[in-house]
């Protein structure tokens, strides 16, 4: 097939971008390199990869015909939302709705890159599908949250009127190479603190919990749900929970650091816990994560000592 991929040259979309075309697809990557980075997709030298630098929020065509548009463009991480929060609302509604009308306007499938932001601060544990959020919409953390709800809400109202096949993947921590050492998430925080021996600063005392999925086993259930032929959401994420103090401890072990642990106060809206429900996902799509987190760290602590 010919896919096009919005935030293509970002850290998952270029992840998703290899097994596309290691899995023999033409791929189209769209990306603004606002967040993205040209790096992520320089190894690339496949004559079915087209590179096109474009901001999705503003008007875009291709005479290509294309079979499925994959819009996975926006910041991501709170640091990068907060600096750009009217650029993150626009990718969650404009470039949303740019997309949609492009795959209608090409009889192509559409799959959006949601969020467990959608579910803000969570009063359940684990969160399910059927999960409506506790979200603040106008805190620091709303631009990214209810930019995702809209584009939640305008993706099933295409489903629904416009009879458009599509697809949502509610998308949890995920970590792995390509990541920005500088992106304030925290497991590339927490590795670049104790690669340059400096102290891990954990937010809050640190009994906050998240679950982390490794990148390959999330691009995996990306690629399968858009296969398949689900249209309501699906989450995909790793439902192995740990409290954000227990990762800072791994990260130490696994490193060698003799790093300290220093508290700083919780910012605001930060979710307490934050875990899967991935039952849909086993059950429809026959997916669930495999990489151990160690695992997945050693790699993602290579790739950073590596890239010094």
């Known amino acids: 097939m010919k896919i096009l991929v919005t935030g293509g040259a970002g850290f998952i979309g270029s992840h998703l971008c290899d097994l596309l075309l290691e899995k023999g697809h033409i791929v189209i990557c769209v990306d ?4 993205g980075n040209r790096n992520n997709i320089s190894h690339i030298t496949s004559d079915s990869f087209i590179f096109i630098q474009h901001d999705v929020t503003k008007p875009f065509y291709t005479d290509e015909e294309v079979e499925y548009v994959l819009h996975l463009a926006s910041p991501a991480s709170p640091m990068d939302y907060q600096k750009l929060p009217i650029q993150t609302l626009k990718v969650g509604a404009l470039g949303t709705h740019n997309m949609l009308g492009l795959a209608k306007a090409k009889n192509a499938k559409f799959l959006l890159a949601s969020t467990s932001e959608v579910y803000g601060d969570p009063l359940v544990n684990p969160q399910d599908e059927g999960y409506w ?29 416009h009879g458009m096949d599509t697809r949502i993947a509610r998308i949890f921590n995920t970590y ?27 937010f809050g005392d640190g009994s906050q919990t998240r679950s982390f999925c490794y990148v390959s086993d999330l691009i995996e259930g ?40 220093t508290y700083k106060p919780l910012p605001i809206d930060d979710p307490k816990v934050r875990r899967p429900d991935i039952s849909k996902a ?18 993602t602590i290579r790739y950073f000592r590596e890239s010094k």
């Open 176 to 202: 792995g190479p390509r990541m920005r050492s500088d992106d304030g998430r925290v497991v590339p925080t927490f590795i670049n603190q104790a690669l340059k021996g400096g102290d891990l600063t954990v």
């Open 222 to 261: 990306i690629y399968k749900l858009m296969s398949s032929d689900i249209n309501d959401p699906i989450n995909l994420g790793n439902p192995d929970e740990m409290s954000i103090l227990e990762l800072a401890e791994t990260i130490l072990r696994v490193t060698g650091s003799d790093s300290k642990i």
């Open 32 to 35: 603004n390199l606002i967040t």
């Open 133 to 161: 959020g506790n979200v603040n919409p106008i805190g620091p953390r709303g631009v990214y949250d209810e930019g995702k709800r809209f584009a939640e809400a305008i993706t099933m109202a295409y489903h629904r009127y």
């Open 282 to 299: 086993k059950k429809l799509l026959g997916w669930e994560p495999q990489i151990d987190l160690e695992d997945g760290l050693r790699k």
